[in-house]
């Protein structure tokens, strides 16, 4: 059972950045494909980013392009989400995931089996 701890959320002004950490409990993790989603109180749960096992494909949503990267480290089995030039709409919680599917949709969250707990990001305007 992998276990993915996310932090780095908080209060920020439209404008500026944060950058979202996701730990991995298990070695394993570098064989996963790892997603971003997140989730306001009045819309269903949405995609915002993910990568492949190996780092070197990336896919992100159309609202968060040019604007958000993510990337990992899979020697830290840490999976980083760096959000810029954010917006008072990037409010929302934030969940990290992992799937060991080989045939992973990216953009699907039904395709990722284990879950973070959230970390809240607030950007004010």
């Known amino acids: 059972q992998v276990q993915l701890v996310e932090s780095g959320g908080g209060l920020v002004q439209a404008g500026g950045s944060l950058r979202l950490s996701c730990a991995a409990s298990?070695?394993?993790?570098?064989?996963?494909?790892l997603g971003w989603f997140r989730q306001t109180p009045w819309k269903v749960r949405e995609f915002v980013s993910a990568?492949?096992?190996?780092?070197?494909?990336?896919y992100h949503a159309d609202s968060v392009k040019g604007r958000f990267t993510i990337s990992r480290d899979n020697a830290k089995n840490t999976v980083y989400l760096q959000m810029n030039s954010l917006k008072p709409e990037d409010t929302a919680v934030y969940y990290c995931a992992a799937s060991n599917s080989p045939f992973v949709n990216y953009y699907s969250e039904t395709s990722y089996v284990y879950w973070g707990q959230g970390t809240q990001v607030t950007v004010s305007s």
């Open positions: 298990e070695r394993t993790f570098m064989r996963y494909a």
């Open positions: 990568i492949d096992w190996t780092g070197g494909n990336t």
